[in-house]
């Protein structure tokens, strides 16, 4: 359950990367390779379908999917695109501009009259296009101006196509039946409709097989059509285990913080119940601190009490001496007197 939930976040925030923009959820993700090429697959649905991202605990099989999400799917599905970037050291090369018009630079005419793919520019051709840029800004009206399509990128080519067109192309049943039969499980919405743009992203690369020959998605080239859809159904099934392999990691950290904050608490109450038994050890210091000041107090009120009764002993010692004792006589009182006699 726990891993579910990692999943259900991690595929919905971190690979679709969910936005609401005017009233509709655009879900994209973006793919670069080495080759200088980035992908976009975008799927626009309508603001209620992210209510109805919901953990999903039903079997995987295709009818049971099916039940759970086509409902949702039909009613909530706005459009499906896939756009192709190609990076270049020119710096940034052009979308749209902000006006009712719109330049496209995704492709150029040969001699022969001929489409070729910006994959195909040679680098004149690529400053070339540069100017062509600065030639429409110095021609704007006042106020307009260019929404570039990011620095170094060349905007390539995008596929617009119907869930009709292509349900027609890749049966939806099939599709998913392809899906688990690789190991790849759907647990909500947000997957069964990320899923489901792949098949665009097939159409388009079967229909310009030049850009197969660039490596997009970093997929070996190959001639044979097969061969590719089978390499780019293990890319899907890698893609997969690695981003489970990243929720469960996600996951091991979120426990990892929650058993964190269950050691912290735990240390806060330790270390209150220490504060509580220090405060109750001064209380009592304090008791015996007072007790062994008040037992001091007595101890000397006695001392002085006891001193106070020997003082009025020896008084009154003192006074029945005096008492039973003579006055001292005087020295001539103790002289009798003797007659004088003369002697001749």
Do not use: C
């Amino acid at each position: 359950m726990k891993r579910k939930n990692a999943m259900r976040f991690f595929s919905l925030l971190t690979v679709l990367g969910i936005a609401t923009i005017f009233g509709s959820q655009a879900n994209s993700e973006t793919v670069d390779n080495p080759g200088g090429f980035s992908m976009i697959e975008m799927t626009k649905l309508t603001k209620d379908a992210l209510s109805t991202a919901k953990e999903y605990n039903g079997p995987q099989t295709v009818q049971a999917l099916m039940e759970a999400f086509d409902e949702i799917y039909n009613r909530n599905h706005l459009k499906t695109a896939v756009i192709i970037y190609r990076k270049t050291d020119g710096g940034t090369i052009t979308a749209s501009i902000l006006t009712t018009s719109e330049v496209n630079l995704s492709h150029k005419i040969d001699s022969a009259g001929r489409k070729r793919h910006v994959s195909q520019f040679t680098n004149e051709e690529i400053d070339a296009q540069h100017q062509r840029i600065g030639w429409l800004k110095m021609r704007l009206n006042e106020g307009a101006s260019i929404k570039l399509s990011g620095e170094g990128k060349v905007n390539l080519s995008h596929i617009i196509d119907s869930v009709d067109g292509i349900d027609a192309r890749y049966p939806r049943a099939a599709w998913l039946q392809l899906l688990l039969d690789n190991g790849i499980t759907i647990e909500n919405f947000g997957e069964y409709a990320s899923y489901l743009s792949k098949r665009h992203t097939l159409a388009f690369l079967k229909d310009n097989p030049n850009l197969r020959n660039v490596r997009i998605l970093d997929i070996p080239p190959a001639d044979d059509w097969a061969t590719y859809q089978a390499a780019y159904i293990d890319k899907l099934e890698m893609d997969y285990a690695k981003m489970r392999k990243v929720a469960e990691q996600v996951e091991q950290s979120k426990e990892k913080v929650e058993r964190a904050k269950v050691l912290a608490e735990q240390a806060k109450v330790l270390a209150e119940q220490a504060k509580e038994r220090a405060e109750q050890a001064k209380v009592l210091a304090e008791r015996a601190k007072n007790k062994l000041n008040s037992q001091r107090l007595e101890n000397v009120r006695k001392q002085l009490e006891n001193a106070r009764k020997q003082i009025e002993h020896l008084q009154e010692t003192l006074e029945r001496l005096k008492k039973s004792t003579p006055p001292p006589q005087s020295p001539n009182q103790n002289m009798k007197k003797k007659p004088s006699t003369i002697q001749i």
